[in-house]
């Protein structure tokens, strides 16, 4: 039989905060703040409080679960914009996988930076700084990001670089791809695909931004490569396309029309559309070996029609559920890398599209 606390005359009469406060054994105000989720409480203070309100069903069974329950983590995956698609292919999952992190009591959302700006990039994290508790990013090299981010460890607030890393700075982890791998899986296929009798002949590399230093790291492994295994072929030079299918497009015309005898192109960033139409539209889809990152659907399209050779890509799914996993972890105190995988790379064939 439920014991009835002194000052209530039965069953049916309602508990009042004095009750509870006198039951719980502290004050009025210390109650008043508990009930209504106010600051202020130790948290094992706010759980006497509760349960002495869930005792003198003061609290339905939903109210006591809803005032125990943390507030969700509020975490920030900051892109650049732009049309790259893989970038916008991940921040679609950030946006649809929400019910699915119901679990890590986490809110998600995606914001995004004017792309290769490191000036914006670093204002646009301080400020989402003061709204969110983690911040996943796609880092630019630049000492005004790598302030910002060392401001943001200061005040507590732990940030992700995510596809590409920022060196020296004092982001909590980092998820995405070993790029210089991957530029070395890159030029090991570009020059295993080229014709025998093309050994003797250029390739070239086109980039989003040398800012990016994954973008950096995948050029460099690629050099080593085709300086270690395939000194024949001459690499004539890294152009930037800013992830822009249109500059894309007109850097590799420009190649096309400079180097007659290409043989071998790796686009190191996003925006390969731009190169297929090139490719295309001079007749030498499938006599320049094209290699590049990211499946998506136009990238897709390109590997079944033949432009494209190879796609090397990682899942956008698991890498953001790496970001959410290392927030969670820090969240609860446990280390950085605990239960979270090592983000795997794909090379993608047409014989093998998923």
Excluded at 323 to 336: E, K, P, S, Y
């Amino acid at each position: 039989m439920r014991v009835i606390p002194d000052g209530l005359q039965g069953p049916q009469q309602r508990a009042r905060v004095v009750d509870i406060a006198r039951a719980a054994g502290v004050s009025t105000a210390t109650v008043d703040r508990v009930l209504n989720q106010r600051p202020g409480v130790r948290g094992a203070t706010a759980q006497k409080v509760l349960k002495a309100a869930a005792e003198m069903d003061y609290l339905p069974e939903t109210g006591l679960y809803a005032a125990l329950a943390a507030p969700p983590m509020r975490l920030t995956f900051l892109l650049p914009d732009g049309s790259n698609r893989f970038i916008r292919m991940l921040g679609d999952t950030v946006g649809y996988s929400q019910e699915h992190l119901t679990p890590f009591n986490v809110k998600c959302r995606t914001e995004l930076f004017e792309s290769f700006n490191p000036q914006q990039l670093a204002a646009s994290l301080l400020q989402q700084g003061k709204r969110s508790e983690g911040i996943a990013f796609m880092a630019l090299e630049h000492p005004a990001v790598r302030e910002a981010v060392s401001e943001l460890a200061e005040k507590g607030v732990p940030t992700i670089t995510l596809i590409s890393d920022l060196s020296g700075s004092r982001r909590a982890g980092y998820v995405g791809l070993d790029n210089r791998a991957a530029g070395r899986t890159a030029g090991y296929l570009l020059g295993r695909f080229i014709a025998p009798g093309a050994r003797g002949g250029k390739v070239a590399l086109i980039a989003g931004s040398l800012s990016y230093r994954a973008h950096e790291e995948r050029e460099a492994g690629f050099l080593h490569v085709i300086e270690e295994m395939f000194p024949t072929l001459q690499v004539v030079g890294l152009r930037e396309g800013h992830d822009d299918a249109q500059k894309n497009y007109e850097q590799t015309r420009t190649l096309l029309e400079q180097y007659p005898d290409l043989a071998g192109i790796y686009n190191i960033g996003g925006a390969s559309d731009g190169v297929a139409r090139a490719l295309k539209e001079t007749g030498r889809e499938h006599k320049v070996v094209f290699i590049g990152h990211g499946l998506t659907p136009d990238t897709r399209a390109m590997l079944i029609d033949g432009s494209m050779d190879a796609v090397i890509t990682q899942s956008p799914q698991s890498a953001m559920m790496s970001c959410v996993r290392m927030f969670t972890n820090l969240r609860d105190g446990r280390d950085v890398m605990s239960g979270v995988d090592a983000v795997r790379s794909q090379v993608i064939f047409r014989e093998n599209l998923p």
